[in-house]
């Protein structure tokens, strides 16, 4: 950059075509940076606990396996078809993958490097940030690392295939070696245990009856007409064609309806058509179906492609049975009058586990509701993602029983609201030894003796409680714990996984500071005690 005097103004050297050619360096250090701190809890997770790359190696190696044996199967048709006799259209017997063995091939990304983009990922938002791959890819702490080791970062679709490979039970494993690591550093005691729920939005948006039939309708006749690319005959009707094409303008109608006196008939009026004609679709295309089952049964291809044939079959079935259940669910509700049960509604044409979750005054949302457990030094040490909106007090016994699990710790204190009231569970934590249960509210104080209830004990755990809110504030905020981007529970529970993972090993980096800066303020006052008295010796002298 130049200034130039005359015209008072800076201007721009010519910019080099070579800004971004490799640059000569002879060292390349690792920046100071947060996510320095972070990646050198990480590897000293792992020197605790280097079972944990082993377990990340058999994920990896179960995954390769049923890649392989859906090769050998589809080899294994091929060279059917060029026997005199083929072999019969049901085709060969399916491999059992954990039958196989793995030989050459092409290296593998090794685990240590899944393990750690694994936990990289939790830390820079999980699946839902779209930047946490480019921020792994120009990480210069990270390729400090992986050169060290002899490693390098696979690409983009390979991480996230691998990293996804990693089951929950291994992930579950990584959190045991977090809490086995804070216990041998002495962060945490683990002798409280706080348990509370959060409203975690889906990837999923907020359904409508209507919207719902719109959609499911729509899904069942694409997925129909592309039926010949499996090589099966497609669903064309265009008598259904029409009737969606009425159902979405149908919908569309009670979208704008105005609210008015006779808000309440043109609104069931809209509703009876909407029925009527979806009803009528569901019907047409469920008369398609055995003619494609015949199809799909008399199939000869390759037995992946016929796998992936049989999938969109599955997919319009599966569609046709929640369309039913939206068209009786939209009957019972705007024509009957009558309640739908939450264990009978469809939320979500993509994600079949969220449910519509309310938590205190806050907004309504679609998605789940997980548990977490927290103990004394703010470590998460219990997670459970159930199905649909469970009842707190369903998850007290089970997270308690998970905790002790995990720490072979038994708390002192149990800290809880009145959302978790549950006598058996109660009864559970008395029997193994937990000395105080804080359940609070109305529902706490009817379950707790009154001598309990008004023991400074109770009353200091009552005022601990919001020690787990400020844990849900955190995590939503610093992780993006609030909301996900993979569908189902199992998907699901991996990425809140993920993130729990993530905070925790944020936790021993703050833990580990506040540490280090304690020990420095006492060895400083230590030091300045030393030179005052060795002062005062001379001045006495």
């Known amino acids: 950059m130049k200034y130039d005097g005359c015209m008072a103004r800076f201007y721009f050297m010519d910019i080099s075509c070579h800004s971004l050619a490799p640059l000569p360096c002879l060292f390349l250090d690792v920046a100071v940076s947060d996510f320095a701190s972070y990646l050198g809890v990480c590897l000293d997770l792992l020197r605790s606990a280097p079972h944990l790359i082993r377990l990340v190696d058999l994920d990896l190696d179960a995954h390769s396996k049923r890649k392989k044996a859906a090769r050998l199967t589809d080899a294994q048709w091929k060279e059917g078809q060029r026997e005199t006799l083929p072999l019969a259209q049901s085709g060969p017997e399916p491999i059992v993958p954990q039958s196989l063995s793995l030989a050459g091939g092409r ?3 090794p685990a240590l490097v899944v393990l750690v983009c694994l936990l990289a990922r939790g830390y820079l938002g999980g699946f839902k940030s779209s930047d946490a791959d480019t921020l792994l890819a120009e990480s210069k702490t990270l390729a400090v690392f992986l050169a060290h080791n002899g490693l390098t970062l696979p690409g983009r679709s390979t991480m996230t295939e691998l990293t996804n490979a990693v089951t929950n039970e291994t992930r579950s494993a990584i959190l045991d070696a977090e809490v086995a690591l804070v216990l041998a550093e002495k962060l945490d005691d683990f002798k409280t245990l706080m348990q509370d729920s959060t409203a975690v939005e889906g990837n999923t948006e907020w359904p409508t009856d209507s919207r719902l039939a719109v959609a499911l309708l729509g899904r069942c006749l694409r997925v129909g007409r592309s039926l010949p690319k499996f090589e099966l005959p497609a669903i064309i009707s265009y008598v259904a064609e029409r009737f969606l094409d009425n159902v979405t303008e149908i919908d569309r109608k009670i979208d704008m309806l105005k609210s008015g006196k006779n808000l309440q008939s043109k609104r069931l009026r809209q509703y009876k058509k909407l029925l009527g004609r979806g009803r009528a679709a569901h019907g047409l295309i469920t008369n398609e179906l055995p003619r494609i089952h015949r199809a799909l049964a008399a199939l000869n291809v390759l037995p992946s492609r016929r796998a992936r044939a049989a999938r969109a079959v599955a997919q319009i079935e599966g569609d046709l049975e929640l369309l039913a259940r939206v068209l009786d669910n939209c009957k019972a509700r705007v024509v009957d009058k009558t309640k739908v049960d939450a264990k009978d509604k469809v939320v979500s044409t993509s994600d079949p586990d969220a449910a519509f979750i309310v938590k205190g005054q806050r907004d309504p949302l679609v998605g789940y509701k997980p548990q977490l457990a927290r103990s004394g030094g703010g470590f998460i040490t219990g997670l459970m993602v159930p199905r649909g909106n469970a009842a707190d007090s369903s998850s007290l016994a089970p997270m308690f029983e998970q905790v002790f699990a995990r720490t072979k710790v038994v708390p002192d204190r149990a800290i809880y609201d009145d959302g978790y009231a549950s006598a058996a569970g109660r009864d559970v934590l008395k029997a193994k030894g937990v000395k105080t249960i804080s359940i609070g509210g109305s529902k706490g104080r009817r379950l707790t003796p009154p001598s309990d209830w008004n023991s400074e004990a109770h009353k200091e755990a009552r005022n601990d409680r919001s020690a787990v809110e400020s844990l849900m504030s955190t995590v ?55 030179s005052a008295r060795v002062a005062a010796q001379a001045i006495a002298a």
């Open 107 to 109: 290296p593998r990304t």
């Open 476 to 530: 939503k905020q610093g992780f993006d714990f609030g909301e996900v981007a993979r569908r189902g529970v199992p998907a699901v529970t991996a990425e809140l996984l993920e993130k729990v993972l993530a905070y925790n090993l944020c936790r021993i980096v703050a833990l580990r500071a506040e540490r280090a800066r304690v020990s420095a303020a006492k060895a400083l006052a230590a030091a300045r005690k030393a």
